[in-house]
């Protein structure tokens, strides 16, 4: 057998391989219909085709390649029981988060599981970004990156500090030492 042959075989073993990940992927996220029928969504299949072409962009974008979508329908159950998922735009909201977990993933070099990085982003979704992705991508992914990274749990001390000090001075508040570790603005933490 000729190399050209050999190429054209294993391109076609590997397409069929993803187009079967894609068909289980697909597969394992409407079987969550009973478990979001629980909180009022619904997922149909294009809306798990939508979370598929998600996964695949962030994917791209993060530079990954991964050949079992598990964690994303574990991600995905996980964030169906929050009051902050919405039907109009769930899909566009897991590829915000999807995204996000695959930046972490690789900011991390995978020192992070998947289940405990899904528990962690639960938690800062809903207890601490109360369900807005900008936050999650701002304050939230900085929490995140800084606990598993730098070991650093005192991330909201901080910003509870610099949020007491825009009430006391105001906007015009001027440390240089806050302006190496933020680089979101003052207006963000003035929501």
Known sequence: MD????VVKSDLNFSLLKLSEDKKFISDLVDL???ANN???TITENTAREIMLYRQAALLENER???KSDAITRLTSAFL?????NQEDFADTMGEIINLFYLIKTETE????DDDLISEMLKVFTE????SIEAMQSKGLEKILREYKFNDKNIWNDYEYMDLMIKIYGNGY???DWEDYYDIGYESWEE
């Open 174 to 176: 001027d440390n240089a």
């Open 110 to 113: 995978n020192a992070i599981s």
């Open 128 to 131: 601490t970004c109360f369900g």
């Open 3 to 6: 190399k050209k042959n050999i």
């Open 39 to 41: 909180y009022g969504l």
């Open 65 to 67: 390649v991964e050949f």
């Open 33 to 35: 219909n009973a478990k």
């Open 81 to 85: 029981q929050t009051r902050y998922i």
